[in-house]
Every structure is written in structure tokens, then in C-alpha cells.
């Protein structure tokens, strides 16, 4: 029997969008985001906790018990689906999403700690985990424990590892947090300026156990499989952006004195980008959906959201790029930060490639 979604925002969601947007219109302008991307610092500590502590952002999905706000994953999508509009280089996806996402799984007294710290906006906590780490994929064996605690091992491409207090490590025996000054960051040069990644190398590093090691692999399967249908709402909204953008200029922008958006080429681009980005908002709102309601094929639907909400991103920004002409190519203008997330974003927490193989899975499809 098929699930009925939940597609329109509610109030409480608008609001929601209506405060971070405007943050992120004061705070957060493509200019000001080309200018952080430049200095090899994205991160904006203080427009993190303005979103994180102030709006209360960062504990949406923690419980009220744990100092959160008892909300849930379509108002954590609210709140993505405005980071994608704006690019904005903060780390919520990896530390309020997937390492909050991680530590509830496990579901132990050790983690009430952590989770109170991360509601309150007070830490940032990242999974040590590749950023291209697909939901019902293998899970990496690559730190092992030497013994009470002490880790060894390494890690790569590593999201907002350098703007992390602590890194939640999956070892051989467990789940452990450890802090980030008991490790050493290699930063790497990443396609997205905004989503910095690091080589995580753990030589002795000494960490706190959270929880047994079947217990860690299920809460970073669960916690992996939230991201992925999470990081549809981001796709989107970076995709939104984009059309708006595009029909903003070419209505702006004359040729043989007429606006070039009049012309019956770009139209026709143009509306098929909008049911493009209108079937991605109902697929991303359908995993919103299904993971806060705990649907039994949630599985399912985040991975026809991830199939299809990627490489509507990566068009709607190409599109972006080619119609806004020379000026689109230009680094000034910030086309090229939108068609860089998308690509990145099209590989993170599994590529479309991936997840067309979950849905052909989950839907017992035959094979080719």
C-alpha cells in the first residue's frame, strides 16, 4: 500500500523559512560568499550562531528532553531548502543533520551530552566519514582501536571537518567522539569553495566511546539515509535560486531591442526547467515527508528524491551559467558557486547512479 505524502508547508514551516531567509539576505549575499570562499575560510562563525543558537536551528531534530526543539525532518528541510538559495557556508547538513542524526541512533546515555551541546549551537560535531558516503553502501573499516580509546587511522574527504569541534569516528569497536585538536586536518582543494573537505589522519588520538559497533553502524546507516533525503531540500532550493535568477536576467536583458526571455527558444527552456524544478520540490517534500513520519518505503522515496533532485540541480545551474551569456562565466558573478554545489552535491551521500539502483531495489524491478 502506498503512502499518502504531506506536500504543502505549514505555518510553522513558512515562519520558519521567512526568519532564516531573512538571515540569510543580511548575512549571507553571494558576495559575501565569494568573498569568505576566496580566503580559503568559508565558514562564518558568527552566521552559524545566529542560525544555529538564535533561530534555534541547530536543535530541530533533538528532542525538547535534550534541550532541542522537538521539531522534525521537514522543518529541518525548511530550513536546507533556504541554505541551497543561498549557498550558504555553514555546516549544517554534517553537523545538525548527520552527526545529530548519528548520536540519536545510538540512542545511549553517553550521547545526551554531545547532542545537548550540539542543540544549544555550542559545538559543531561532524561524522568522520567520506562526503561521498551513499546510504546502503559499505561502511569504511578504516580506524581501528589500539586500545582503551586510543585510534589509528585515516579518513578522506571529510565535509566541514576544519569547522568542527569534535568528529563522531566509526572504529572497529564503536562509535567514539573525539576532539578535533587530538587529530591532524589535511584541508584539500574541493569543486565546492563552500563545503570545505580534509583528509582526517588519527596517529593515537584519543577518543570517548558512545556506543558498540553494531549499534554505530546502524545509527550511521540510519543517520546516512536521512542526509541523503535531507540533501533533496538543499538541491532544491539551490535550484529554485537558479530559475529565478535566470528569469530575473534574461527578462532584464535586451536584444534587437526586445528582451531576450521574449524570445520562443528561451521560453520553452525556461518552462521546462520550471516543471523540472516544480517535480523536484514535490519529490524532496516526499522524503521530508516520509522520514519525519517514519514511512515504512522511506527508503524508497529519499532514493527517488536523491535520483532526481540531483541532476535537476546540476541543470537548473548549467542553465543559470548559459543564459545569464559572458557575464555567467565570469568568477564575479555567483552562477559559478551554484554549479559547483550542484556537481558536488550530486556526488555527496551517493551519486544519481547509486540511488537509480536503490530504487530499482527497493521497487524489486527486474534487471536489465
Not at 248 to 257: A, L
Amino acid at each position: 500500500m502506498s503512502t499518502a505524502f504531506d506536500l504543502l508547508y505549514s505555518e510553522t514551516e513558512e515562519e520558519l523559512r521567512s526568519a532564516v531567509r531573512a538571515l540569510l539576505a543580511d548575512r549571507c549575499a553571494p558576495a559575501d560568499v565569494l568573498a569568505r570562499a576566496e580566503t580559503g575560510r568559508p565558514h562564518d562563525p558568527a552566521l552559524w550562531h545566529t542560525l544555529a543558537a538564535e533561530i534555534g536551528t541547530a536543535g530541530l531534530l533533538v528532542p525538547e528532553k535534550l534541550g532541542g526543539q522537538g521539531a522534525g525532518h521537514r522543518e529541518a528541510a525548511v530550513v536546507l531548502e533556504e541554505l541551497g538559495r543561498a549557498v550558504a557556508p555553514v555546516p549544517y547538513l554534517t553537523s545538525a543533520v548527520l552527526a545529530t542524526e548519528i548520536l540519536l541512533g545510538c540512542d545511549t546515555p553517553d550521547v545526551a551530552g554531545p547532542l545537548r551541546e550540539l542543540a544549544a549551537g555550542r559545538q559543531v560535531c561532524v561524522p568522520a566519514l567520506p562526503l561521498t558516503q551513499a546510504p546502503g553502501a559499505p561502511l569504511p573499516a578504516a580506524v581501528r582501536d589500539t586500545g582503551g580509546g586510543i585510534l589509528t587511522g585515516t579518513v578522506t574527504s571529510v565535509a566541514d571537518a576544519v569547522a568542527a569541534d569534535v568528529l563522531l569516528v566509526l572504529a572497529d569497536t564503536g562509535l567514539y567522539a573525539v576532539p578535533t585538536a587530538e587529530v591532524s586536518l589535511t584541508e584539500r582543494v574541493p569543486l565546492d569553495l563552500t563545503r570545505p573537505l580534509a583528509t582526517v589522519t588519527l596517529d593515537g588520538a584519543a577518543g570517548t566511546r558512545l556506543a558498540d559497533p553494531a549499534t554505530a553502524r546502524a545509527a550511521v546507516a540510519g543517520a546516512l539515509l536521512s542526509g541523503a533525503g535531507l540533501l533533496a531540500s538543499e538541491q532544491l532550493g539551490l535550484a529554485q535560486w537558479c530559475l529565478a535568477e535566470t528569469v530575473r536576467h534574461v527578462r532584464g536583458r535586451h536584444q534587437f531591442n526586445r528582451p531576450v526571455g521574449s524570445f520562443q527558444a528561451l521560453k520553452h527552456r525556461l518552462a521546462r526547467l520550471w516543471l523540472d524544478v516544480a517535480s523536484a520540490r514535490a519529490a524532496a517534500r516526499a522524503a521530508a515527508d516520509a522520514l519525519a513520519t517514519g514511512a515504512p518505503d522511506a527508503p524508497l522515496t529519499v532514493a527517488v528524491a536523491q535520483a532526481y533532485c540531483s541532476g535537476v540541480a546540476v541543470r537548473a545551474a548549467e542553465e543559470c551559467v548559459q543564459l545569464h551569456g559572458g557575464i555567467g562565466m565570469t568568477w564575479e558573478h555567483p552562477a559559478h558557486l551554484y554549479l559547483k554545489r550542484a556537481k558536488s552535491a550530486a556526488l555527496a551521500l551517493g551519486t544519481p547512479g547509486h540511488h537509480h539502483t536503490l530504487v530499482a531495489d527497493f521497487a524489486e524491478l527486474p534487471a536489465p
